[in-house]
Every structure is written in structure tokens, then in C-alpha cells.
């Protein structure tokens, strides 16, 4: 939240080159305020289990959040009842005269699929082309961030020899302040879960894109477009403590090839509790993502969104 103080106060310039939100008094009093509307394009398999880990990471900021929830209405979940979506959940067509402060993308698993072969891409790049004009900020998670990135700029994915599973360690790859990861420790974990990935020189190619965060274990983490207004993670910050267990257990019980998660289990025993090392960074994450590139940026009316264009600030500009 910011912090209400006396106009032309000598610390403000101070505090704001900290990256520190400072609210001059005469703009707190003719503030309007309403809740943040987020929108969340559910595309995993169990929807109730990635609700539920993304509005836990969402709920830990003071700021008041409403929530849709979004399905593709090109293909049917099957590990969801039709009476959940029915009751909690509205296709495009119903939410696409709506305007949003921030919308998350999730990942699906489908990212050992060329991205036309997936059955419900044409959906998905009518909902991220819409997104330009009616969503303030998006955040892309994992097979969302590829695709995110595929469709907006073109960079590929790439198959790895073997599956990018388990708790990494990472650090700022981008040299100036970032927002997004502003009170995070010089080193940081992140779960990741995948068959694929994105190549930093790829990134690095791209003049609209800025590459943020990545792991020598595990490559490129974190990228945006300069704006900040589309943000790209390729991990789960927001899986719960048992969620690499419960894909490990799963895929040992389908007789696939799956090696133990990597920094997760003590001694990489798989018969005792996983060690959490990723969840306050999770929660600042997502603070972060709200506080910074949702709460301080979107204009009260969101109907303006149509004429707020996809900006490309000085270098020097703080992410």
C-alpha cells in the first residue's frame, strides 16, 4: 500500500527512487478506489487444485481482489465436473465486453504439442489478442509463458532431453531495479515442472523483450515486454508443498521416466516431507505483480484500457 504523505516532503524524492510508492496528500484525498478485477484463464487439467494454489498466493496482499475464473470453451476439462465449471467459471464469450486490471494465464499440459496442434490455440490467441485492449497487466505462467511469448513475439520452444523437475535456485539476470522482484534475496527457488523451454539468446534477440531472471540449473525464469505490462514465468511459484510429489507419485505410477525432484526432498528421499524453500517469495511475487504493475498503474475507468497502448519506456525506466 502507499504511503500518504505531506506534498513536496524532502524524503518523497528520496523514497521514490527506492522504488518506494509515495501518495502526495492532495492526490489521497480526490482518490477513487475500487477493488482490483483479475481475471484467471484456467487451462490445467485440475482446475480446483490451481485455483486454489493461485488465489491462496493472490490473498496475501492487502488489496481487494475480484476474481473471475475463464475456461476455454473449445475443449472440455476432463478432470473437472462440468457442474463446477457450470457454477464457477464463464467462457470467453461471456467475459469478452469486460475490462480487467490484471489476468493470469496458466500453464497446461500440452507443451510437448506444436502450438496449432493444441486443440483450443485458436481460442487462446483470440483471448491474448483481446487481452491488449481490456486487460492492464498479464501474467504468463510456464506452458502460458510460451505461449504468451510465441504468439506475441515469435520465439519458439524447445524440447530438453530431460523433464526440468523440481526447486531451483535463481537470480536478477536484468541489472536495474525490477519491480516485480523488489525484497527478493540475491537468490531465490522456484519449482519448476516441464518438457520444454525458452533460450535466453532468443530473448536477448528480441529488442521488445527483457530477459529478468534465470537459473544455471534450469535456464531463462523470468522475462517482460518493456512496459511491464505482459510478464512471462516459465516456473509455479504458486504450487503448494506437495504438488511435486504428488507429479512424481503420478508419473511413477504411469511407468514413466521421472527422476526424484531435484532439491526438494531431504537427502532426495521420497518418503519424507518436502522442504519449502519458494514460499515467500511466492507470496512477494504476487504482491509484487498486484502492487506494482496492476494497483499503481490502471486507470479507475478500465473502459480507457481500449486507448492505453503497449508503451516502450526508456531503458532507464524502472520495470
Known sequence: MPIRIANHLPAAGILEKENIFVMPEDRAFSQDIRPLRILILNLMPNKIATETQLLRVLSNSPLQVDIDLMYTAS?????????????????????SDRYYDGMIITGAPVEQMDFEDVAYW??????????????????????????????????????????????????LTYTKPIKLFRGFDDVFFVPHSRHTEIRREDILRCPEIRLLSESQECGVYAASDLSGRRIFLTGHSEYDAGTLRDEYFRDLGKGLPIDVPRNYF???????????????????LF?????????????????????????????????
Open 122 to 171: 485458436p481460442e487462446l490467441a483470440r483471448i491474448m489478442e483481446w487481452s491488449s485492449t481490456h486487460v492492464y497487466s498479464v501474467l504468463h505462467i510456464c506452458w502460458g509463458a510460451q505461449a504468451g511469448l510465441y504468439y506475441h513475439y515469435g520465439i519458439p520452444k524447445y524440447p530438453v532431453d530431460k523433464k526440468v523437475f523440481g526447486v531451483f535456485p535463481h537470480s
Open 287 to 319: 504482491t509484487n505483480w498486484l502492487n506494482y504493475y496492476v494497483y499503481q498503474e490502471t486507470p479507475f475507468d478500465l473502459s480507457l484500457l481500449v486507448d492505453v497502448k503497449h508503451d516502450k519506456p526508456n531503458p532507464e525506466t524502472i520495470l
Open 266 to 284: 531431504p537427502e532426495d528421499d521420497a518418503s519424507r516431507e518436502p522442504i519449502v524453500t519458494w514460499r515467500s517469495s511466492a507470496s512477494l
Open 75 to 95: 475443449y472440455m476439462p476432463k478432470n473437472t465436473s462440468e457442474d463446477h465449471l457450470i457454477k464457477f467459471y464463464e467462457t470467453f464469450d461471456e467475459v
